[in-house]
């Protein structure tokens, strides 16, 4: 059995966590900086980056004390190495590669997406490879098999926004404040999801790319025309992205070669109506529907620390001088999509 310490630092959650080769989650502290953000609408890096200076390391004492043990227990650390921004990514590595050098432990620099990808596996044991992942968060909108620790292919990535930045950008256009995904589900509560006609970007295409950018041109257009409530507003723009991300994985489904699962993680999956959907599309194709628990769907330590665990297992471990990268795909073969912007 081995105990990995996991960092966190890529976007605006700052966390700690200790997990083993077994499952146990010893310990996973999380600190998130939406307090400092939220007055300007969204993730400020440079703000991003000074909290997680702050509160990194008491973050990691905090997480050893609570699992009751020392750096001196552990066997090896692992640290988000990217892709996302370059100052808080930094902030965890440089941490872990000092832990590493002073604890002389070995160091597993985690691709972030990784940890998104295997992150399912830690909550249920029996989810075994290939899978394919629906990664759908405020960074990424990825549709991926996974083969194994370090082995991907990308079916489909997004053209411009991520679904989970159109949550955002939507809200924010809608006066709902942020972060936006939870917002905009709490509306869409109130409202008719049929009422807006809103466009259904790239639905119908034979690859399974996304694209969520005029969608949320359209909202700001339904929005300033006064003619509906922003509760229709809301919940047609979710409607919207339901519809997309099931036809777009109904796709995937037909290229994916015999997948034992349909999984989704990323704080998208968060959304009530995302999970009823994916769960209905999944057993329409006789697969199990793997959901891992909300607080692993979205940023966390526990993910890094468990992707940590299984390249640790497979002798994947990394040098001291390993780069921290801004942009780091999970799929190096993988064709950019047609349009393709700068996302990962
Ligand atoms: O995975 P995550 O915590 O961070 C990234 O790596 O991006 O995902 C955060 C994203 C945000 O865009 C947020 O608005 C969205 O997940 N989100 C939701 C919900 N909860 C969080 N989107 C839709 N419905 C929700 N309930
Ligand atoms: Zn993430």
């Known amino acids: 059995m081995a105990l990995i310490l996991g960092l966190e630092s890529s976007c605006d959650e700052t966390a700690a966590a200790l997990v083993t080769s077994d499952r146990q989650i010893l310990a996973h502290a999380l600190a998130g900086q939406e307090a400092a953000h939220r007055p300007f609408g969204g993730v400020v890096p440079e703000i991003a980056a000074r909290a997680h200076v702050e509160v990194l390391t008491p973050l990691i004492a ?11 227990d552990v066997d090896a650390i692992a640290a988000t190495a990217g892709p996302g921004l370059i100052g808080g990514v930094m902030v965890g590595l440089v941490t ?8 002389a432990k070995p160091l597993v620099a985690v691709n972030h997406l990784e940890g998104h990808a295997l992150s399912p596996r830690l909550a249920a044991p029996d989810l075994a490879f290939p899978y394919l992942l629906l990664l759908v968060s405020g960074g990424h909108c990825q549709l ?9 292919r990308r079916l489909a990535t997004t053209i411009d926004d991520a679904a989970g930045e159109a949550f955002d950008k939507s809200a924010k256009v809608l006066g709902l404040g942020f972060p936006g995904g939870p917002a905009v589900e709490r509306a869409a509560a109130a409202g008719d999801p049929h009422r807006v006609p809103l466009p259904r970007p790239l639905v119908g295409s034979g690859e399974p790319h996304f694209s969520f950018a005029g969608l949320k041109s359209a909202v700001l257009r339904a929005h300033e025309s006064g003619r509906w409530s922003v509760e229709d507003i809301a919940a047609s723009f979710q ?22 699962a349909l999984v989704v993680a990323g704080g998208v999956a968060a959304n009530n109506g995302v999970r009823a959907a994916l769960q209905a599309l999944a057993a329409e194709h006789g ?5 891992p628990p909300l607080w692993l769907c979205t940023d966390n330590a526990a993910m890094i620390a468990w992707a940590g665990a299984e390249r640790f297992a497979a002798g994947l471990t990394d040098p001291l001088d390993v780069a ?14 047609r349009g393709a912007g700068v996302k990962a």
């Open 144 to 152: 991926l098999e996974v083969r194994g620790p370090g082995d991907y």
């Open 287 to 291: 697969l199990p529907f793997v959901a």
């Open 324 to 337: 921290a990268r801004a942009r780091w795909p999970l799929d190096a073969d993988a064709e950019a999509a």
């Open 62 to 72: 905090r997480a050893l004390d609570e699992a009751g043990v020392t750096l001196g």
């Open 96 to 103: 872990g590669k000092a832990l590493a050098l002073a604890a």
């Open 239 to 260: 409607q919207a992205v339901i519809d997309c991300l099931l036809d777009r994985t109904r796709i995937a489904l037909r290229k994916a070669q015999r997948p034992t």
